[in-house]
Nanobody, 131 residues
Framework: QVQLVESGGGSVQAGSSLRLSCRSS??????????MGWFRQAPGKNREGITCISGNGGSIYYADSVKGRFTISRDNAEGTVYLQMNNLKPEDTAIYYCAAELRPKTDILTWMGPWDNYNYWGQGTQVTVSS
């Protein structure tokens, strides 16, 4: 069973930065077969897909809500995906989840796709941004 474990969340003030990590149990040989995505869910709101990266790292998608502030990256040798979050705003407060979708590593990503396309999910990490 694949496991995804997020870390790096916390409570910060607006304008601060955080770096989330998501370490997977997927083997190095197989990790690039998965598109990795970050979702978030704020209290009382729907789950929002914010960014994803193709298996070879060559294609990245960002939602408008985070474009220019957040950066996704991956280390296939380590089986880890990262989310660098800069200039955080109170509206970024949410539980952040990473997810893995089995798909060709060279796919061009033009949107997040349905959340239920993702095969595996982490348990989430809380990010709280105060004004």
């Amino acid at each position: 069973q694949v496991q995804l474990v997020e870390s790096g969340g916390g409570s910060v003030q607006a304008g601060s930065s955080l770096r989330l990590s998501c370490r997977s149990s997927i083997s190095e040989r197989s990790f690039d077969s998965f598109t990795m995505g970050w979702f978030r869910q704020a209290p009382g709101k729907n789950r929002e897909g914010i960014t994803c990266i193709s298996g070879n790292g060559g294609s990245i998608y960002y939602a408008d809500s985070v474009k220019g502030r957040f950066t996704i990256s991956r280390d296939n040798a380590e089986g880890t995906v990262y989310l660098q979050m800069n200039n955080l705003k109170p509206e970024d407060t949410a539980i952040y989840y990473c997810a893995a979708e089995l798909r060709p590593k060279t796919d061009i990503l033009t949107w997040m796709g349905p959340w239920d396309n993702y095969n595996y999910w982490g348990q989430g990490t809380q990010v709280t941004v105060s004004s």
